[in-house]
């Protein structure tokens, strides 16, 4: 199969300009302008942009939390992603405490294999750092392709590992070439907050994000910062929400330390208002939601160079899941749906309210990501040899988000009424016509597993 996109906008994130792309079965084959090919199919992207497939390297689909599963699995998932413009995800698969990473990822196979549209790869969670751990994070880099291993500050009992056990995963992922990633928040505090709500029968949504305040955020990420310049590890702080934290990273620049940072687009684009609305539990999240001076701390962390990804940390739930914390916010499922508005939210608020240039945005969506996950110039490009994960994108094109119209299996949306100008209209897929006219046009089990190989981008 071949295809030819022509005139299109093309960029990336380094470049801008117009010119034809001609795809070869599953890779781009040639870029240029009036290419003199023939092909199996012929697309105009006259008056488009046309830039890499989204990646989006926070996603939680079909995950077990607090009582319950994330309600969207691998198809229904990347599905919603690719109607977005999001053409790969990394997933995290969690180490069950006591159990081994090798169940852990049998477990996570089982849920992706032959049902996947896009593209995917795991972060491995290690909730259990030992000496058998140590092994077999060895074997992750060396043999399987998953080079990132998630860590968590927080979640006491289920998740957490202390600070000892970070210290010495972070020594075997250095010697061995990984990376280090890690929800930075203080779990101790936000644990013994969230006892004194309930013990004063505080028990609304709100109390959820008064229970994490910020500095529990900034203590954390400079902590994790500290570990990794002992360990003289790389490391990547996800959905980071605000200006403490970012100043903690920034302090860590000051003796020439590298951090990776990850903010979502919720943290750019929703505050901490909403906790007081009678469905607050909606938009439930660890960390949460934040204050408007957050969101222009992160859009300059952004041009600053700070922050070198915008995830989603897409982790839906039906409202009849929400409910079961109706009665007391510490028993909210965590997390919101998110996965299929990345791109376009990005793009209306970001470049086309002047906050970020067009260039940055293809490299904080899909780029960077692809650098710093080790699958750059496979994937983040539209380049010769690279995969022809393309989307061709409508500037112009006012929309309104809303549960009625989006893909994610969640029975609300967390943007409802949102209105934004830009729409992925057209996505390739490895080549093959994914989203087109508003239909997904690729069968599960079209997405593959990627094996990915250390970290490429230097900040
Ligand atoms: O609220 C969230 N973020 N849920 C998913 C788990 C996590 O902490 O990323
Ligand atoms: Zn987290
Ligand atoms: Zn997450």
Redesign the pocket.
Known sequence: MSVLIKNGRIVTAASDYIADIYIEGEQIAAIGKNLPYQADKIVNAKNRLVFPGGIDPHV?LDMP?MGTFSSDDYTSGTRAALFGGTTMVIDFILQTQGDSLKNALKTWQAKSNGKALGDYSYHMAVTDFNAKTAKEVVHFIEKEGITSFKTFMAYKGALMIDDGQMVQLMKVVKKHGGLVTV?ATNGDMIDSLIAKHRAEKKLSPLYHYLSQPEITEAEASGRFADMLAYSKCPGYI??MTCEGALNAIRKATQRNQKVFVETCTQYLTLDASLYKKKDGAKWV??PPLREKKDQTALWAGINQGLIQVVGT?H?PFTWKQKQLGAKDFSKIP??HPAIEHRMELLFSEGVKKKRISLNKFVEVSSTNAAKIFGMYPKKGTIAIGADADIVIFNPNKKHTLSKKTHHMNADYSSYEGFKVTGKTETVFMRGQLAIDNNECLIEPGYGQFVKRGKTSLTI
């Open positions: 939680h939390f929800h996800v959905h999240m660890s940390d982790c965590n997390g």
